[in-house]
């Protein structure tokens, strides 16, 4: 089948689709590298833009709460998400309907619904917004995604693994401490390295559940993009995109070397 | 766990049913296995075999009946407290666990103290003939089947249980490597005195195995017996034609043999059919004009020429259809007056040298004593 | 103790399930299933001070969509979205095409296609304003050129509200067609094509009809999210440019008329929905259709 030659129009449109994709975001992070200040002349190359980052107390401030923000819901969707998968893989095989409903909702709800439905939710109950209900909100619409990731994990790995470890004496807890668990731990990882991508990332329900002083860094990037276009905005993006790449690289291997296993 | 009385039996199910959503597992089932005894449960597939082995190892809970494990019942036990072993047909070896720490798992989860686990790794890894000099640092990856059976074996054995259980063990294993194995496993199953229970779909291997098997289908127990019992008086038709090659004939009982046809003390019946007439032994499914039902093992068939049928035996007309050679023996396939199929298996004396005086489309008489056959119940 | 805990669950065997999945399934339903549902109830009750809400039942919130202002922002909703869901399509299929095609390389080709959907929607909209915006790399690049005088308005266009959006969700269309695409039989290609059927008709009639899931598929996940965008027509669209997204925005943000903002946010569920049934219901009567074509061959 490689073998067959691809129809010219398929390979010009891939081109121009790869092309459309990846150019833009090429050419912003070149910018974010360009002396000159206005327009599109190139100037030299100069690391000015990041080095300005550095001493904005505004930017350094966000970044240590998306740092923490994502740390957090992280570890909180990793647990949930993981413990749900296993449950449903291993326990509830005919919940594994129902309970997929209410998984896969969050990912095909559109994210302005649940996130202004949060707003009007932490209003209701009287909880401000900060730190915490961005924490609450990340780890909502995370852990369908980690769930989702170690499931796949849990169904390429052999149920009889369990069995082996129980009939050799270990009770629940020692299997699942010492057969399903090791097992288990790409995919966990793969799933972790995820949720932190889409909170880190996340710009749209971190905008409705934040309250004032608790700004993450896409926010901080959005009010700067309102108020004008330069460079360190650059530098900015380009460090969100390559902390993003290498994260989801990284659980790409993961999950793929997993499977191999 | 109070001491059992020697002549409890290793295991004992009794009327035990289990059954997934609305189809029946397996159905109302009792057997007992004795001590050291080697025990196979040999079926076709979905008859129920792993089912209940399951139910025994713990992974399945019983809907009805109770399980026996040295006189205790073990129904609610969970697997990890029932004091047995299993061999799994994946093998199921902890992947992220070396050969060595693979074999100690059991004995770490028992906590037994390190040099203790050490020597009888490396005891269990030398019973089942692996080095462990060479093997117990490799990852289940860097190991062929066979290799892995036995660490699997060793796995099991190490925990010295009282009953080993093996799940199609042999399943995928290359032919060679099987019938050593088969051998290995039976010379074990003597030497430790552990009580096997063996599931498997291959009846050469469960004939060749055990000492007694249980012969599973449609989940139920169609016939539990030694070797010789199930293969040369099978019960009912399934067992007769899932172990070995059967001819089957049916017919109503028309009387009591007399004259001619009897031969000498033997009390039994006159079958008629629609393929001829035959005498059959004495059996209590039988009565005046019901309907009964035989086989005949092919090798227990012979082949006459017309009018030359020695006497006493049963003889029924038919025609060659043509001549397998198999080697060993040369099946020989006729029809019968009512169109039936039969085969009867001949010993080669050699073709090249002493040719089968039969060739396609000869007439000629099928012949068997009339104790060599099976009455069938239902 | 724990001997004890290990009994109760071995007689209970679903018990570890509901105790696993406890945790997780409590947190979406209070922080996911629970605020749509006060969502809901919020459309329907009048408006009170401050953007609250007061006791009451009203239907007021859903009928102010029939004001040809909200009509039009609801048109233009859905206009852009079948646009877009269009154009990735147009874009995907060859390109899914192209990387079940592309041998070893095509891991790589995957994980390209993939990556943008990872990335931030801030940050690739932020992308598209640095190129269309009147000083941007494309108008500056055109005049340097000497082919326009003056800039092109590009930004704040319905173009580029387009572009955005195609922009964010390609990935969502090429994922599921390149897995149909995958798991399409070499060999019933081949066969079509030793039955005659040339390259045309061996696509419309042997590929297309077994990648149409995947199609269905990818335009349900691109329609959907597009109905709710906001980044993209808040930055690159404007105030003439608005969708339902910057209207519900607007109503928990400037306005504050959250039981508008409510029912707002429910006419883009029901628009899911609606999108959604549509798409499972073409998936249904395609699988008829597979399976009486394979009865018949």
Known sequence: MTARRVPFAVSATAVVTYAFLHLPLLVLIAFSFNRSRFGVQWGGFTLDWYARLAFRPDILRAMRLSLVVGLLSTLLATAMGTLAAVALARYLPRARRAAGGLLYLPIVTPEIVAGVSLLVLFSWMGIALGITTIVIAHTAFSIPFVTVVVLARLQGTDHTLEEAAMSLGADELSTFRRVTLPQLMPGVLAGALLAFTLSFDDFVTTFFVSGVGSTTLPLAVYSMVRKSVEPTINALSALLVMVTTVAVYLADRLARGSTRA | MPASTPEQPAVEFRGVAKRYGSTPAVRDLSFTVGRGEFFSLLGPSGCGKTTTLRLLAGFETPDAGEIRLFGEAVNRRRPYERDLAMVFQSYALFPHLSVERNVAFGLEQRKRPAREIRDRVRAALELVRLDPGTFATRRPSELSGGQRQRVALARALVLEPRVLLLDEPLGALDLKLRKEMQVELKALNLQLGVTFIHVTHDQEEALAMSDRLAVMNQAEIAQVGTPAEIYENPRTAFVADFIGEANFLEGKAAGRPGGEAARGSLEGWVITGDAGSFVVPPHWAISEGGDVRIAVRPEWLDLWRPGCLPRGENGLPATIQDLVYLGETIHVRVTLANGRVMIIALRNEGQLIKPLPWNRGDSCIVAWRPEDCQVLEG | ?297
């Open chain 3, 1 to 297: 103790m724990r001997r004890g805990i290990l009994r109760w669950i071995a007689r209970h065997p679903r018990s570890p399930g509901a105790l696993l999945l406890g945790p997780g399934g409590l947190w979406l339903l209070a922080f996911f299933l629970l605020p749509i549902l006060i969502l809901l109830v919020y459309s329907v009750m009048p408006r009170g001070a401050y953007g609250g809400v007061q006791p009451g039942f009203t239907l007021e919130h859903y009928r102010r969509f029939l004001d040809p202002l909200y009509l039009g922002i609801l048109r233009r909703t859905i206009w852009l979205s079948f646009l877009c869901t269009l154009a990735c399509l147009l874009l995907a299929y060859p390109t899914a095409f192209y990387i079940a095609r592309s041998g070893p390389r095509r891991n790589l080709f995957l994980f390209l296609a993939v990556l943008p959907f990872w990335t931030s929607s801030l940050v690739r909209t932020y992308a598209m304003i640095f190129l269309l915006r009147d000083s941007g790399l494309i108008n500056r690049a055109l005049m340097d050129a000497g082919l326009i005088q003056l800039p092109l308005r590009l930004l704040y266009t319905e173009g580029a509200v387009l572009a955005g959006l195609v922009y964010g969700a390609l990935p969502f269309m090429i994922l599921p067609i390149y897995a149909s695409i995958e798991k399409l039989d070499p060999a019933l290609l081949e066969a079509a094509e030793g039955l005659g059927a040339r390259s045309w008709s061996r696509f419309t009639r042997v590929v297309w009809p077994l990648t149409a899931p995947g199609v269905a598929a990818g335009s349900l996940l691109v329609f959907v999210p597009s109905l709710g965008s906001f980044v993209v027509p808040d930055l690159l669209g404007g105030a003439r440019q608005m969708m339902i997204g910057n209207l519900i925005q607007n109503q928990f943000g400037p306005s504050r008329n959250w039981p508008f903002g409510s029912a707002a946010a429910f006419a883009v569920m029901a628009l899911v929905l609606v999108a959604m049934l549509g798409v499972l219901r073409m998936k249904g009567l395609d699988d008829e259709h597979g399976t009486s074509k394979g009865r018949g061959a």
